[in-house]
């Protein structure tokens, strides 16, 4: 597998080419460019197009769009961001994140799937606490699972990774793991 990208910044937009897989020979591979301009001081649009060619012959085009609100007052302690994504043949996907204190950080997602043979929708609310030598993550979605992460560290090079999943409407207890690494 290869993939070749570029990113341009510019003063208020932004510009990203990429190919995955490209072959010149037969121009099979993925292709995407995206540009992502602000409109104004907090509020951005954009617009991908992804070209999909497997094998000669065959190919696909799509097109999503993208809007990314900031708030007005945006510090480190404090601010909130809102994003949204479109997909014409049927899929909406939007984030909100928000920055409580210095410590604590709250995140939503919903996403939405209406295409002729699908329909459902999922939510998520997440939660992320740093404390002096841990950092703690949680998460819930609206089918039902349960997950929470929390991560002490001991030294710069050596932390303890405890994490656990519940899928209250599939499995009652899924995934549990211990984990050191430096």
């Known amino acids: 597998m290869i993939q070749a990208e570029h990113d341009y910044v510019g003063r208020d937009f932004s510009v990203?080419?990429?190919g995955v897989n490209p072959s010149p020979a037969d121009l099979t591979g993925i292709y995407s460019a995206s540009i992502l301009q602000s409109v104004t001081r907090n509020l951005a649009v954009g617009v991908e197009a992804?070209?999909?060619?497997?094998?000669?012959?065959?190919?696909?085009l799509g097109l999503q769009y993208y809007a990314k609100y900031t708030s007005p007052v945006f510090t480190k302690e404090?601010?909130?961001?809102?994003?949204?994504m479109l997909q014409p043949q049927g899929m909406l996907h939007t984030t909100y994140w928000q920055k409580l204190s210095e410590k604590l950080e709250v995140a939503?997602?919903?996403?939405?799937?209406?295409?002729?043979?699908?329909r459902d929708a999922i939510a998520t609310l997440g939660a992320k606490w740093d404390l002096r030598m841990a950092?703690?993550?949680?998460?819930?979605?609206?089918?039902?699972k349960v997950s929470a992460l929390l991560e002490q560290r001991f030294a710069p090079s050596f932390a303890f990774l405890f994490s656990g999943e519940i899928d209250h409407f599939k499995v009652c207890f899924t995934s549990l793991s211990l984990c050191y690494f430096y």
């Open 135 to 144: 950092t703690f993550r949680a998460q819930l979605d609206s089918s039902g």
């Open 78 to 84: 404090q601010g909130w961001i809102a994003t949204a």
């Open 50 to 60: 992804m070209f999909q060619r497997p094998q000669p012959g065959l190919s696909d």
């Open 16 to 18: 990203n080419l990429r």
């Open 108 to 118: 939503a997602e919903l996403q939405v799937v209406n295409v002729p043979s699908r």
